[in-house]
């Protein structure tokens, strides 16, 4: 997928599908360019091209654990197949900056063709491509050596880069105003054919099963569908403004794509058409699926935060909300909230609860010893983000004062 950055540059020259709700937004570093979650979905990166860091989401949490220090102005971020390591273009260096995941560090960098925008593991981890915009071609980097080996011509100004499944084929978008894409045959590391799209052809994703690609054109809006068997375009389908990147789901079923006007188109694949378009924040470019389909992250580069789309996104239900009503100051007390939702709730208070109990805001319990007697009323709301919140009745619970023996 390609960031906003290349977009900008490019400028200046639910019936089928599940429901998908932006849920919350992390905030990660200044001006985020693109992002990558690990194989096992644990973790997602995000550049920062104007901290020249890379931002570290516990995706569990949705909370940043650590910031990575890496070569100047980072727009793109990848990870090997099996996670161990993250290559990140740094366009100010002209090198690809190198992660080692385990420890969180950047170990080295490697010298790749002149302006380095984005970049794309083999489906066997064993070589990398990466777009030079400046010399019209692809850098080859063989993983094991941590060199790279060759450069391949690719079209003008080449953007976005993806292997197909089976890794015997890339595609690379040419930016600007040509339109096209370019097919790289990876045994012989030469372009074999091109094919037209629309204009500013920006992110490209494939289908898993590897028989279509799907492009986004910046300029028409637009995204282009590509006949993988066929390499032609077989139709268009409208999305929103300036569209950037492009993530398709682990089962194949729906495609995201991330628009320059704050919202993400979600189309099915089996119809071809948009079914639902979700708001995001400012600035709106790349776009990345989590592995196990749950969740698609969505940079926001001028609001420096990653917008989180849940799939099969529900509102929250109470399935346990009737407190005991009676209790005393030498009892302990312990009743626990429960409610259904995607994601999974949260629980906070309003009113008054007994002196001595406290809600637990994930789990839902309610717990403690009352110290002090009386009649305490309140409500309990479960949240996830997704309309409209659970709230119960009112509660009230009265607290006698325990008789002394």
């Known amino acids: 997928m390609i960031g906003t950055f ?12 599940a429901a998908a709700t932006a849920t919350s937004t992390i905030q990660v570093g200044p ?3 693109n992002v990558a979650f690990t194989p096992d979905g644990s973790i997602a ?5 104007d901290s020249d860091t890379v931002s570290v989401i516990d995706v569990a949490s949705g909370t940043i654990t650590s910031s990575i220090a890496v070569g100047p102005f980072p727009i793109d971020v990848a990870f090997t197949p099996d996670g161990s390591t993250a290559y990140v273009t ?7 900056s190198v992660i080692d995941v385990a420890s969180g560090t950047m170990t080295s960098s490697i010298p790749v063709g002149s302006l380095p925008l984005t970049l794309a593991f083999a489906p066997d981890g064993s070589i990398t491509y990466v777009t030079s915009g400046d010399t019209n071609t692809v850098s080859v980097i063989d993983v094991a050596s941590g060199t790279m080996t060759t450069a391949i011509a690719a079209g003008p100004y080449p953007g976005a880069v993806a292997f197909t499944p089976d890794g015997s084929t890339a595609y690379v978008t040419n930016g600007q105003d040509y339109n096209t894409v370019s097919v790289i045959d990876v045994v012989s590391g030469t372009m074999t054919d091109t094919i037209n799209v629309g204009p500013s052809p920006a ?8 028989s279509t690609a799907y492009v986004s054109n910046n300029e028409s809006s637009t995204v282009s569908v590509i006949d993988v068997a066929s390499g032609a375009e077989t139709s268009t389908i409208q999305v929103g403004l300036s569209p950037v990147g492009v993530a398709v789901t682990p089962d194949g079923s729906a495609v995201y794509v991330a628009n320059s006007d704050e919202t993400v188109s979600v189309i099915d694949v089996a119809s071809g058409t948009v079914t639902s378009t979700v708001p995001v924040e400012r600035g709106s470019g790349s776009a990345a699926v989590a592995p196990d389909g749950s969740r698609v992250y969505v940079v926001n580069t001028f609001s420096n935060t990653v917008s989180v789309i849940t799939v099969n996104a529900a509102p929250p239900v109470f399935t346990a909300a009737t407190p005991p009503t009676k209790a005393n100051t030498r009892t302990a007390y312990s009743y626990t909230f429960a409610a259904t939702g995607t994601p999974a709730p949260t629980f906070q208070v309003s009113g008054a609860l007994p002196a001595g109990l406290t809600l637990n805001p994930t789990t839902g319990v309610l717990s403690g010893t009352p110290t002090k007697a009386g009649k305490f009323t309140f409500r309990v709301t479960a949240t996830n983000g997704v309309s409209p919140d659970a709230v119960t009745d009112a509660i009230t619970i009265t607290v006698t004062k325990a008789k002394v023996r």
């Open 6 to 17: 290349l977009a900008a540059l490019m400028l200046a020259d639910v019936p089928a599908i």
């Open 31 to 33: 001006n985020p360019s």
């Open 45 to 49: 990166y995000v550049t920062n091209t």
């Open 90 to 96: 740094s366009t100010g260096s002209d090198t690809v």
């Open 203 to 210: 992110g490209i994703a494939f289908t898993p099963d590897g």
